[in-house]
């Protein structure tokens, strides 16, 4: 007979998924074992496999549940009656907030992705795609003479504003909520005035 799926099955597994990001962050994903996570999270190797069969399926729902929310977050942001400023702000405000407690699975995105297998990696850089696609969109939008023409330079000013994101996230990890927002200010700046609008912001 099959074993019955718990009532508190699905917390479990959710448990699990933090304890195995800060081992996975913090002894690096193809040091640390099942049984490194089993231990942390205070229970049987064997039980642990009841929950997930392999560390590939642990490095997958970690950052299937990261990105998913993070692109839910961004991806479904009330947009209308703003102005591109506006929209990119709001944007780039969420995603810098959303990084927020957030860096055991930052950490171990670029080492995790290539381990998972192909339709693994496309889903997960399908939730990457999304977020970039909302902040090209605007940039077009805002700067459409320039760039409407031109897709080196579209790409290149999109990845930029996700460049000036990540910088923060290394360089900030505890940064406070006002200064999360106080640098999405700076970002959104720079990008539509410049450097010398960035004292306005």
């Not at 999270?41 to 729902?61: Q, R």
């Not at 297998?117 to 696609?133: C, F, G």
Request: charged share 20%; net charge positive.
């Amino acid at each position: 007979m099959a074993r019955p799926i718990a009532k508190d099955h699905d917390q479990k597994r959710s448990d699990i998924l933090m304890v195995a990001a800060q081992v996975f962050a913090h002894n690096g994903i193809t040091k640390a074992s099942m049984n490194d996570v089993a231990k942390q999270c205070g229970i049987s190797k064997a039980n642990i496999y009841h929950y997930y069969s392999s560390k590939d399926e642990l490095i997958f729902g970690i950052l299937d549940n990261y990105l998913s929310e993070l692109r839910d977050r961004i991806c479904y942001l009330k947009l209308d009656n703003l102005s591109t400023e506006e929209q990119l702000r709001s944007v780039v405000t969420a995603c810098l907030l959303a990084y927020d407690g957030m860096d055991n699975e930052h950490k171990i995105q670029n080492e995790g992705l290539p381990l998972l297998s192909n339709t693994q990696q496309a889903l997960l850089k399908d939730y990457q795609r999304e977020m970039v696609a909302v902040v090209r969109s605007i940039l077009l939008q805002g700067f459409s003479n320039t760039l409407s023409n031109n897709k080196t330079l579209l790409r290149s000013t999109t990845m930029s504003v996700f460049a000036m994101m990540n910088w923060f996230y290394m360089w900030h990890p505890k940064a406070t909520r006002k200064e999360r927002k106080a640098y999405a200010n700076t970002i959104v700046s720079m990008t539509f005035h410049g450097i010398g609008g960035c004292s306005k912001s």
